[in-house]
């Protein structure tokens, strides 16, 4: 991974009538497509679903990544990452390592006690998860491992 230029910033934005087009056009890598759903599926989850909210990743006026977000009030405000990629030709980049970042002080700012995801034990973004202190808690949701992380 390479990081961050130190002229570029990484945000979040919300996905709405102006850009939604764009992330649907977000690709991963072939070999990375059995570990993620199109933006289009998680973009449905966030229109009829309950919980998710979708949000861009931005490096300056580019958009890079997608991801959602949702809090889960049964399990004592849980803030839960989902649907979480960075485009192909964007990857190694640290953009996905600001995001989460970025993503872990939402959670912190909305008083949550700590972030959680889920992912399919051999996906490679395994590695970068671990390396910003998620853990594996022998759950299961939807037969992916559930890791957690403290706030």
Do not use: K
């Amino acid at each position: 991974m390479t990081a961050l230029p130190p002229d570029e910033t990484v945000e979040l934005v919300e996905i709405d009538a102006d850009n939604w087009r764009t992330a649907c056009a977000l690709e991963v890598e072939l070999e990375q497509a059995d570990f993620v759903a199109p933006v289009s599926y998680y973009l449905a989850l966030c229109t009829y679903g309950d919980d998710w909210h979708p949000l861009g990743i931005m490096a300056g006026d580019r958009m890079v990544g997608f991801v959602m977000w949702a809090v889960d009030e049964s399990e004592a405000s849980s803030f839960w990452i989902g649907g979480f990629l960075v485009a192909a030709e964007h990857q190694r980049r640290g953009y996905g390592r600001a995001a989460l970042q970025l993503l872990m002080e939402m959670a912190a700012e909305r008083g949550s006690p700590g972030v959680a995801l889920s992912y399919d034990p051999p996906n490679p973004a395994r590695a970068l998860y671990e390396s910003l202190g998620f853990v594996e808690t022998g759950e299961m949701e939807e037969g992916e491992a559930v890791a957690r992380r403290p706030i």
